[in-house]
């Protein structure tokens, strides 16, 4: 039976980012994707103007319909908005043996806040996670520390792994923390009985299209583990993706707004020209 991918995510209607974006990654990966809508957001390259949390009850039902009728394998959390929803998203997910990705979106690209009220919902989502993908600013404010060297993430990171036992890894994307124009990404996992850092470093790629950079790269990893990747693998394959769909698409001009970046391309992804 075919497996599907279930992002549980805000809407993005420039189709740049949350679940507009983890659909399309989804699909031009190769793997059936489903979405169940958190939030509707308004906004565009100039900004985050209007964030409509959905009734809990309603995100509830949404993934429920999904994980009885569908062979979910993986889910990808992305914006969960407020607390009540992520306790929603908690509570459906509670029977899930799968895999559960979770990108602990806090605020927009723009800069505006994508979660009202504290962090508790998102702490205790995170608790029922396998792996974290968050950004730099999202790792401290997860760890409630400064982070300010590759050091401190793995260190941080692994902190994680020790207090949520169901974690099996971390993601955690450099694109906050561009320094020499180079970027480096670090996956923390489990391995063996021990917690183990694979880096991956590359240079920063100069588009105009980079909003949802971040949805995007968590849910490559969630479809290429999808298609039989370990944990280190998919990370090799989830960076590789973001920086072919980024090459394939810096030329492209997408939004009118000369200081906005657009969403990436995902359309134009070619598999097998990774390192083209
Ligand atoms: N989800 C939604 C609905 C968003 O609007 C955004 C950013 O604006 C994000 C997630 C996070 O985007 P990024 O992948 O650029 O961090």
């Known amino acids: 039976m075919q497996a599907t991918v279930l992002s549980i995510a805000g809407s993005d209607p420039t189709g740049g980012a949350g679940i ?3 659909l399309k990654t989804m699909t031009s990966i190769g793997v ?4 169940a809508v958190t939030c509707i957001t308004i906004q565009n390259s100039r900004g985050v103007t209007e964030v409509e949390c959905l009734p809990p009850g309603l995100v509830h ?9 569908h062979r979910v394998t993986h889910v990808k959390i ?5 607390t009540a929803i992520a306790g929603a998203v908690r509570d459906a997910l509670a029977g899930f043996r799968g895999e559960i990705i979770y990108d602990p979106v806090m605020l927009s690209s723009t800069g505006q806040p994508l979660l009202q009220g504290d962090m508790q919902g998102i702490l205790e989502l995170a608790a029922r996670c396998t792996v974290l993908t968050p950004n730099i600013p999202e790792l401290a404010q997860l760890s409630g520390a400064k982070i300010v060297g590759g050091q ?3 260190h ?7 207090r949520y036992r169901s974690l099996r890894g971390v993601l955690v994307k450099g694109g906050h ?8 990404d670090h996956l923390i996992y489990r391995a063996d009985g021990a917690v183990r850092t694979m880096t991956l470093s590359h240079p920063a790629i100069k588009s105009g299209n980079t909003h949802g950079t971040g949805c995007t790269l968590a849910s490559a990893f969630a479809s290429f583990h999808c298609l039989g990747g370990d944990y280190v693998r998919s990370f090799q394959q989830s960076v590789d993706y973001v920086q072919t769909v980024l090459k394939q698409s810096a030329e492209t001009r997408i939004v009118r707004n000369p200081e906005g970046q657009g969403g990436m391309l995902h ?8 390192n083209s």
């Not at 039902?61 to 009728?69: C, F």
């Not at 941080?156 to 020790?162: Q, S, T, V």
């Open 20 to 22: 507009q974006a983890d």
């Open 32 to 35: 059936y994707g489903a979405a």
């Open 61 to 69: 039902g949404q993934i429920k319909a999904v994980l009885d009728d």
């Open 78 to 82: 992305g914006m969960v908005g407020n």
């Open 152 to 154: 401190d993430v793995r």
């Open 156 to 162: 941080h990171a692994g902190l994680l792994l020790e």
């Open 177 to 184: 923390a561009v320094r020499d124009t180079a970027i480096a």
């Open 267 to 274: 359309h134009c992804y070619r598999p097998g020209h990774e």
